[in-house]
């Protein structure tokens, strides 16, 4: 008799689990083709790469040499800026014969220690309107290699090598204008501090980034379709700070943040038509996201997560939005200098009227972990696979030394 209970609790169990598949995962129920599986982003930032031949004649240094260079402008030795600079904090930048000196103030973000908007005798903040000082001449990033893709199809003269594919032909004037910036000059598993420090602050309040792939048999080669759409619920987090794999996400029907893309899978890597992209991002990190003829790079993983990079044209006022808001502080750069870059080295989407281009190449890190997908009814989307790495996201990097760039 407790055999034939065991039986029949086993049958109820076996019962109820098709059940749930034929309500939870409708592509098996209706005897579908199309496996799909599920990701949430755990880690974006701007694609970084370096080497000895990056900036030949030395970096731009970080937010201090920025300030001792512009107080040397107005006519101060070294000795006397680095002095000014150093006692910003305890007397707001005085010279030593008592004299504030308005250039050792930090631009953006709030930049007068009175709160208001004034700076060095201008009644509003130029980091609003940069084109008001003069050009600092920053160094630009030269050499051979950078990350990113080559979205023209072209190799031209301002065209990289790819680092580690090989590629020729990477379009990505975005490293130029950043690479000799010290908050940039790393390689990973080091992150540029500035966006790392922002998606960690905001990963925890934004709605998570979600990415699904759709085809015939995704563990072979063959055509697909990626997705990407915002989420209604943030993600969460396990006990290293890594972005826990496995979690559900309810994927936002908005179609503001939904991007869908042909797409294919050739020895594990994934690549896709060019297309535009849009992601609705949060304060304190970017506003959004977009590019004008998307590619992507992504490596599936044998733990079921993702990592390589996407890329495309940048509008690049939204870059400098971004940093403008974060300010020099958390910047760590040169406003004044990144704005006049990025307007000098943007090479595509030419305004009609100016013919000023108003988008630059440029590439981001992305890495993913497994992730179901539910629509607002709980219906399944997405499928999780694979127990995703150890430590994934932006809190873990000094656990690991062996996070490779794609």
């Avoid at 992150?191 to 759709?214: F, H, K, Q, R």
């Amino acid at each position: 008799m407790k055999s034939k209970k065991n039986n029949l609790y086993i049958r109820l169990i076996v019962s109820a689990s098709a059940l749930l598949l034929g309500v939870f995962a409708p592509h098996i129920a209706f005897g579908q083709k199309k496996e799909v599986r599920g990701f949430v982003i755990s880690m974006v930032h701007t694609a970084t790469y370096y080497d000895e031949q990056t900036c030949p004649e030395g970096t731009n240094g970080s937010r201090p040499d920025v300030l001792i260079r512009r107080v040397m402008r107005d006519g101060y030795n070294r000795e006397e800026a680095v002095r000014i600079v150093s006692g910003i904090r305890a007397n707001g930048g005085r010279d030593d014969e008592g004299n504030l000196v308005g250039s050792a103030i930090v631009l953006g973000g709030g930049a007068s220690s009175s709160g208001d908007q004034s700076w060095n005798g201008y009644s509003f903040n130029p980091a609003n309107v940069p084109s008001v000082l003069p050009d600092p001449m920053s160094y630009n990033a030269v050499g051979r290699f950078a990350i990113g893709l080559n979205l023209d199809g072209k190799v031209g003269p301002e065209s990289w090598e790819h680092p580690f594919t090989g590629e020729i032909g990477i379009d990505n004037q975005m490293w130029r204008v950043l690479g000799c910036w010290d908050a940039y000059h790393v390689n990973k598993p080091v992150n540029p501090y500035n966006e790392g420090i922002a998606w960690d602050t905001a990963v925890d309040a934004m709605p998570a980034w979600l990415v699904a792939i759709s085809g015939e048999d995704l563990d072979s080669d063959g055509d697909v379709v990626v997705t990407f759409d915002r989420a209604l619920n943030i993600p969460l987090r396990d006990a290293f700070g890594s972005i826990m794999s496995g979690a559900s996400f309810a994927v936002d029907p908005n179609p503001r943040s939904h991007n869908e893309f042909k797409g294919r899978i050739k020895s594990n890597i994934l690549t896709i038509e060019p297309n535009d992209f849009y992601m609705q991002g949060e304060s304190q990190f970017y506003p959004h996201l977009q590019f004008t003829g998307t590619q992507l790079r992504f490596e599936l993983r044998e733990d079921g997560s993702m990592v390589g990079h996407i890329g495309g044209y940048q509008p690049w006022r939204d870059y400098y939005h971004y940093l403008s808001v974060r300010g020099e502080t958390d910047g760590m750069i040169d406003l004044i200098g990144v704005f006049y870059d990025l307007k000098r080295f943007a090479d595509a989407e030419p305004d009609p009227l100016t013919g000023e281009n108003t988008a630059i190449s440029a590439a981001y890190f992305i890495e993913a972990v497994p992730a179901f997908h539910v629509d607002e009814k709980g219906m399944l989307l997405a499928d999780s696979i694979g127990p995703g790495p150890k430590l994934s996201g932006p809190a873990v990097s000094q656990y690991s030394s062996t996070r490779q760039q794609q």
